[in-house]
């Protein structure tokens, strides 16, 4: 168990991350500070994790080790208050804001280490890419994985692959998303009614899913193992691949990662 965690920004994310370390027991509540600016959300933050101090400044907070969740717009000023107040080491989620940023804005020789998290972490389900700072040791990076591991997944990246990952895992879901949008529509077009074909579509995405996950078996062989000769989903697979699905995935996940330099660039 960790000795003590400010989170800074009790948003969705932050929020999410810390239901997580508590269901984990990463962290006992009662060493757990989060900084919250809006009145509301501190009150929503009381009434949901009892244990943990709600504060609304940084300089309540006495920041040593910190998860910072807030949006981009918000960095520069909580970054150069955390470096006043003596934050040691960082971890933080916002998107797009660089390292050398960050570093900049807290001075002296902060630890700093960012996390590219997505969505499906505040089901705790989602998957995390994290990347070392100047000054991160591995013991830094132990540390990061270990908290980010109570919502979801996490793998190792140098920063350039951030972008990347943004485009991937990041922007994923949406993907996801608008294909359970699309064959629930598809179900209704040839005769479901859409309660029935909403559950059959996602039912089938989560069983295929899980089988993926836990079967030793690649994508590839487990679509090879549903499709027969001559069969229904070699039709249905026949015309996917006419409408260049395969290619507009590819070009989906290149836009969006070029769209996340751009954005981290400015
Ligand atoms: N949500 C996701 O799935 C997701 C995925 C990947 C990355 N992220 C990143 O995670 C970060 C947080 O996202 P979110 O969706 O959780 O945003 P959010 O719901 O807006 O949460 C941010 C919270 O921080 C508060 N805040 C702002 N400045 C503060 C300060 N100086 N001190 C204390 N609290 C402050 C905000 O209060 P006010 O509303 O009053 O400003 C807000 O309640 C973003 O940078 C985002 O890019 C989120």
Not at 117 to 127: D, E, K
Request: a negative charge; glycine letters at 10%.
């Amino acid at each position: 168990m960790t000795d003590q965690l400010v989170v800074v920004g009790g948003g969705n994310m932050g929020a999410a991350i810390i239901g997580g370390l508590l269901s984990a027991q990463w962290i006992a509540g009662e060493n757990l500070v989060v900084v919250e600016k809006s009145s509301s959300r501190r009150t929503f933050l009381s009434e949901q994790f009892p244990a943990v101090r709600v504060v609304e400044r940084i300089e309540d907070a006495s920041p040593r080790d910190v998860l910072v969740a807030v949006k981009p717009q918000d960095a520069e000023g909580v970054c150069l208050a955390l470096g006043e107040a003596g934050a040691r080491r960082i971890l933080s989620v916002i998107a797009g804001i660089r390292i050398r940023h960050l570093e900049e804005w807290l001075g002296k020789e902060v630890v700093v280490v960012r996390a590219m998290p997505n969505t499906p972490a505040l089901v705790r389900s989602g998957v995390t890419a994290i990347s070392p700072g100047r000054f991160a040791t591995d013991t830094d990076l132990s540390w990061a994985e270990d908290m980010l591991v109570a919502v979801g997944k996490v793998v190792r990246v140098r920063e350039e692959l951030l972008d990347a990952v943004t485009g991937l895992s990041g922007s994923g879901p949406a993907y996801v998303f608008l294909v359970v949008e699309a064959l629930i529509e598809a179900g209704v077009l040839v005769g479901l009614p859409r309660e029935v074909s909403t559950v059959l579509v996602e039912e089938t995405l989560l069983g295929s899913a899980r089988l993926l996950i836990e079967s030793a078996s690649t994508p590839e062989e487990l679509r090879h193992s549903v499709t027969s000769p001559a069969g229904t989903t070699a039709a249905g697979l026949r015309t996917l691949e006419a409408h260049s699905v395969r290619s507009a995935l590819i070009e989906a996940v290149v836009t969006a990662t070029e769209r996340s330099r751009q954005l981290g660039s400015s």
